[in-house]
Structure formats: structure tokens, C-alpha cells
């Protein structure tokens, strides 16, 4: 990109170098989000599982303070694996 001494072609180019800026700033997001990301583990009948007790609140009973409650209960076992087909509808674009 040539912006000429008198910077006069600055309303023309600008479109074009704030397009440039924001897919390197999105990719470098992506790169560093990237490295965070593990493949999902695959869960067989058989294994032994623990379970988060973030939403259980059956867990806080007879408990003085959430802050002592294990994050986690179990291990359980999984006695079957449940594939659920949901079909949600088309996401909306708020972008036009």
C-alpha cells in the first residue's frame, strides 16, 4: 500500500488497511486461543468419570460455605452413552 507525499489518497486506502489490521489482530486471537484447544475425549462404557458439582446445588445440603464444597463428586461409572440429535434453528445475523 503507496500513500503518495501529500497524503491525499488516505480516504481511499483506509477501507483497505483497516481490513489488513483487523484479519491480523482476528488471527493472532485465533492463533492464541488455538493453543489452548485439546481434542474432546472419547468416553466408553465402563469408564470412571468424575462429575462437577458447579450447578449441582443438591451438593450444598448440610454445607456451611459453597467455598468448601469439592469441585468434583465421584468417580462414577458409565453405565450407557446417550447420543442426543438436536436440531437448533439457523443463527440469525445481527451483520449485514
Not at 497524503?7 to 492463533?31: C, H, I, S
Request: charged share 25%.
Amino acid at each position: 500500500m503507496f500513500i503518495d507525499y501529500y497524503q491525499e489518497q488516505w480516504p481511499e486506502w483506509l477501507g483497505t488497511a483497516e481490513f489488513a489490521y483487523n484479519n491480523k489482530v482476528q488471527e493472532d486471537m485465533r492463533r492464541y486461543a488455538d493453543r489452548h484447544r485439546v481434542e474432546a475425549v472419547e468416553y466408553k462404557v465402563g469408564d470412571l468419570m468424575l462429575l462437577s458439582t458447579k450447578d449441582l446445588k443438591w451438593q450444598m445440603v448440610g454445607r456451611c460455605s459453597e467455598k468448601l464444597t469439592e469441585q468434583f463428586v465421584g468417580p462414577y461409572k458409565i453405565k450407557a452413552i446417550i447420543v442426543m440429535n438436536c436440531q437448533f434453528r439457523p443463527l440469525t445475523s445481527y451483520h449485514s
